[in-house]
């Protein structure tokens, strides 16, 4: 997966993920994050990348120009990275906004799909729309809450769509068996010692009983998701035995 993230802060995006997990990805070339600097594609001799909004109001707004010439170039970067292989259409691009559909595991699996994925951060008031509805695929949100920028939301989908990319965690397996998937809250867990401050691992964990252990933790799943998320739950594949279960409470 080669993301382009058109930001006016290249240096965050790429500091913020060079370590741990992400930045072992990007070592073994399993992704390529490049953060493009928006401002170097102003015309202006300040630089300048925004101005007043017409028909006034507070704030600024991301001029069109700027945007459109750094996408035009990822366009360009892109293709000619492609053209040795065979054409996988145009990429998507990704208009990181409080206004767009909500970013879930779902949309992190569909999007882990792709070869390339354009990522454009905004700040200030907003971006001209003109160029969004040139550009832009999809408009999407971290959550019901207003950021001051776009970079943190590029991050925690670059963070969340990676880590389900083949070979970018150590145990592949892991990627399947935790929260979300289906729809269901991941069980706790617990590590040495068995005993801390007088609280004790849970005996089934301790006695080896596979069958048993695997009840507990789908029970502690569902019992977890009941309590708080109770609106996933409507979507999980339930079994007849998680039925029964839910129903004894
Ligand atoms: N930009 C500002 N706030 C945001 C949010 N919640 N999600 C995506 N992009 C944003």
Redesign the pocket.
Known sequence: MNYHVLTLFPEMVQQGLNTSIIGRAMDKGLITIDAINIRDYSKDKHKRVDDYPYGGGAGMVMQAEPVYLAYKDVQERIKSAQSSEQSQGKPRVVY???Q?QLFNQKLAEELAKEDDLIILC?HYEGIDERVLEMIVTDY????D???T??EL?AMVMIDAISRLIPGVLNNDSSAQFESLQDNLLEYPQYTRPEIFMDRKVPDVLLSGHHANIEKWRRQQSLLRTLKNRPDLLKEANLTEEDRKFLNQL
């Not at 999407?140 to 959550?143: K, L, Q, R, T």
């Open positions: 990181v906004t409080p767009g905004g999407i949100s971290i959550g809450y207003v950021l920028g776009g939301p």
